[in-house]
């Protein structure tokens, strides 16, 4: 049993240590501009400099018209410090802080340079993290990340996946905004749900379609190499509380109900509806839609009543002795169901 929880604590480990593109961060970013204005900026899991989402915000700080930056490292990070070697033994949490950017080199640019000479030059304060009796430097949970919490807008960053439903938690009971990466599969866990459920968080502008690509550190666990670069696919997407456009945009109906195409699950009255583009117009009933709905989800448009079973009850119980949908006996994968408003 003791080999089995190592063997599993080093395989959660790995899929903790992803790092965002920075492609993707601008992708997404560039949707919530006008909200940025003025905003104290938290990337609380992240190596400044190494970090693609400091770099990203330090670079568009003037862009943006950012308040404050403040990234924090973890203890353990494998990269903290490497770069730019403000620890000798790299490994050593630290907090950076940015409040404006100039041409602190003098090269006539601002760019990532001057953001290297300002950390290296002490224009940025960069100081290491203690941590506290319970959590190690650069923990969210330690009470110098929740400080720097309090004083934050918003949050944006990749929360280690392992630790997605205590870290959301945090951010609400905090009531920050955030903007975060997460896996597609923790909208259905029992401390999520409800959330999305209620309207308290939402999926981003980025498609779902295809997952997202991550720089891995792992030399065995990478999905194919780019440039001599390591990359591994997860199936992941942004997930906030901030409000956008895409929020209500109405998902185009045009497929019509008829029983033969949409039967009833054998145990939960609700049709099942395999596509989000083929929700049937003229069916007010409960339906059955892949999680995949939720990319395409208008609040003003659907009601969303519960899912099928992950991690305990999700809000309908759709068996009598279990959290699962059956249609002509088989078991399907995961489901939301939801009501035409």
Known sequence: ????????????????????????????VRHYKEFFKGKSVLCNCDDPFESNFFQYFALMFNALELKRLVTTSYADSPIAGK????????????????????????DGREDLLDVKFAIEHGIYKTTPLEGDEKYCAGDFRSKELIALLEQ??????????????EYVAQ??????KFLIIGNKNALTYKEIFPFIKDNKIWTGFTSWSGGMWFISDHEDYYDEIRDGVLMKNVPSIWYTNIETP???????????????????????????????????????GVMGVPITFLDKYNPKQFELLGCTYTYGDCGIHVAGTDWNAYLNGKRMFKRLFIRRR
């Open 1 to 28: 049993m003791a080999g089995n929880r190592n063997l599993n604590s080093a395989a959660k480990a790995k899929k903790d240590k992803f790092y965002t593109q920075l492609d993707d961060i601008a992708e997404e």
């Open 83 to 106: 770069e730019i070697s403000l620890f000798p033994d790299g490994k050593t949490a630290y907090m950076t802080e940015v409040t404006e950017l100039r041409d602190w080199n003098g």
């Open 152 to 165: 934050a807008d918003v949050v944006v960053t990749n929360p280690p996946f392992s630790v997605f439903r």
């Open 171 to 176: 951010l609400l009971d905090a009531g920050k």
């Open 246 to 284: 895409k929020r209500y945009w109405d998902i185009p109906l045009y497929k019509k109900y008829s029983p033969e195409e949409y039967p009833r699950y054998d145990n939960y009255d609700a049709i099942e509806v395999s596509k989000t583009a083929e929700i049937p117009e003229d069916y007010f």
